[in-house]
Nanobody
Framework: QVQLVESGGGLVQPGGSLRLSCAASGRIFRVMGWFRQAPGKERELVATITTDGSTNYADSVKGRFTISRDNAKNTVYIQMNSLKPEDTGVYYC????????WGQGTQVTVSS
């Protein structure tokens, strides 16, 4: 059974940083990543990373967010720097290998 355990969300001031983690159990996933959903908006891609380290970022986070993974720990991370109020939302861990799975979500709030 696949379980995704997310951690690291919270409240941060504009310009601040947060690091999210998502530990997966059950199997190795070729693709791991993060999506987010702001109030009243659709869920959107933040970033993904494959087992060989290939990454994909939303244009809105390029240069500010860095995704990484530890294959030995089956864990994906996202380092979020220079956070903006528009980065506020629920961040969902996403993993995929033939089938997709989602975490329960962790709230990120960027506000002064």
């Amino acid at each position: 059974q696949v379980q995704l355990v997310e951690s690291g969300g919270g409240l941060v001031q504009p310009g601040g940083s947060l690091r999210l983690s998502c530990a997966a159990s059950g199997r190795i996933f070729r693709v791991m990543g993060w999506f987010r959903q702001a109030p009243g908006k659709e869920r959107e891609l933040v970033a993904t990373i494959t087992t060989d380290g290939s990454t994909n970022y939303a244009d809105s986070v390029k240069g500010r967010f860095t995704i990484s993974r530890d294959n030995a720990k089956n864990t994906v991370y996202i380092q979020m720097n220079s956070l903006k109020p528009e980065d506020t939302g629920v961040y969902y861990c996403y993993v995929h290998h033939y089938t997709s799975y989602w975490g329960q979500g962790t709230q990120v709030t960027v506000s002064s």
